[in-house]
Every structure is written in C-alpha cells, then in structure tokens.
T-cell receptor, first 115, second 111 residues
Framework: DAGVTQSPTHLIKTRGQQVTLRCSPK?????VSWYQQALGQGPQFIFQ???????QRGNFPDRFSGHQFPNYSSELNVNALLLGDSALYLC??????????????FGPGTRLTVL | AQSVTQLGSHVSVSEGALVLLRCNYS??????LFWYVQYPNQGLQLLLK??????LVKGINGFEAEFKKSETSFHLTKPSAHMSDAAEYFC?????????FGTGTRLTIIP
C-alpha cells in the first residue's frame, strides 16, 4: 500500500519565480492538507482540499494556491517567491469520515530553497 | 483558537531511562490530540492520537500518552529509551480538520 508521495524531493528557485509542488494521497484517502515547515519550527497549516475545493485555509497570502484533482491528488502553487518561502513543504492525506477521521498521514516533503 | 505548548525544545536522556516529553494544549472545544515523530530529512510519522475514547493512549514503538483535562496536558512517555528514539517530536491539536503543531522537542539519547 503506497503511502503519501510528493514530488519533487528538492527544488531550488530564485526570488520572483513560481513553483508547483505535487502530492499523491495514501490509497483510499479523499482529503489533502498542505503544511509549511520552516527550519527549526513546527509545521504550519496552509490549506486543505476536499472534493476538489479548498475547505480550510491558514494564515497564508494569496500567493499560495492549490488544486485537487478528481483522483484526489493535489498541487500547491506559490507565486512571486520570497526568500522567506524557503522551507519543507509537507503534504498530508486523511479521510473525511470514519474511525480514522482526521488521522493525517504525511509524505516525505519537498525541500524548497529560494535564492 | 487552539494551540499547543511543548515545554523544552531539547531533552536528553540516557539509553534505558524514562522518556518524558511535555505538551499542554489550549482548546475551546474537546480536542483531538496527536504526537508525531520526525526523523532527519523525513516527513512526520504518527505515534499516537487521543480522540476521547480513553485517557491513556498507547502508540507505536512503546510510546504512550495520558490525556489530563484538569491539567490540559498530553505528555508523551516511554519507559526505556532506545538509541533509535532520537528524533524531533511534535504535539498537535485538532478540533477540526486542520492540525496545529507545537514547536517541537528534539530528543537526544545518551549511550
């Protein structure tokens, strides 16, 4: 059973550029959440997607946007990159209902470096 | 708003000694509480979760945590530390769909 997968593993961009990160959820999961983890910090919630719509959003600017596809996979897009966007971006998948409700399984992350 | 506070950004214990990692939460509604572990250059792995079924929760790798409403605490313990337990540990609260994490505790095991 494949867990949560993310691509790419590492990415280097320059300020002002745009980036797209990708996530495939754990088999059977219908909900995808994205988190930003700065060095030495805990993960911060960016947003969550369910049924191809953004269901909840954290305190992140509109430069951060996302998408969920019919197969439940998801993308995170960041426009006009800033140095402060350098972080590990984590994708987590979960089920919206059932006994495992809100039990989030995390992928290995994408390390984004903005120069 | 919901939040968690992890007391002690770094904890060192000797191999075979008790591990105690502290977490206090703040939530306006009955919370779901979680402990995750993160090894270097990896994502987060769920150790255990509290969902109101039982106050003492057993997780993987010999870890357990006790929910104490009167103290708003959810401390993580393991009776005997192993070298492989060295990692970063995060407590998280979730009354809804999103997780709110603490700042983490780095656990070092002394041989």
């Amino acid at each position: 059973d494949a867990g949560v997968t993310q691509s790419p593993t590492h990415l280097i961009k320059t300020r002002g550029q745009q980036v797209t990160l990708r996530c495939s959820p754990k088999s059977g999961h219908d909900t995808v959440s994205w988190y930003q983890q700065a060095l030495g910090q805990g993960p911060q919630f960016i947003f969550q997607y369910y049924e191809e719509e953004e269901r909840q959003r954290g305190n992140f600017p509109d430069r951060f946007s996302g998408h969920q596809f019919p197969n439940y996979s998801s993308e995170l897009n960041v426009n006009a990159l800033l140095l402060g966007d350098s972080a590990l971006y984590l994708c987590a998948s979960s089920l919206t209902r059932g006994v495992s409700y809100n039990e989030q399984f995390f992928g290995p992350g994408t390390r984004l470096t903005v120069l | 708003a919901q939040s968690v506070t992890q007391l002690g950004s770094h904890v060192s214990v000797s191999e075979g000694a008790l591990v105690l990692l502290r977490c206090n939460y703040s939530s306006s509604v009955p919370p779901y509480l979680f402990w995750y572990v993160q090894y270097p250059n990896q994502g987060l792995q769920l150790l255990l979760k509290y969902t109101s079924a039982a106050t003492l929760v057993k997780g993987i790798n010999g870890f357990e945590a006790e929910f104490k409403k009167s103290e708003t605490s959810f401390h993580l313990t393991k009776p005997s530390a192993h070298m492989s337990d060295a990692a970063e540990y995060f407590c998280a609260v979730s009354p809804s769909e999103k997780l709110t994490f603490g700042t983490g505790t780095r656990l070092t095991i002394i041989p």
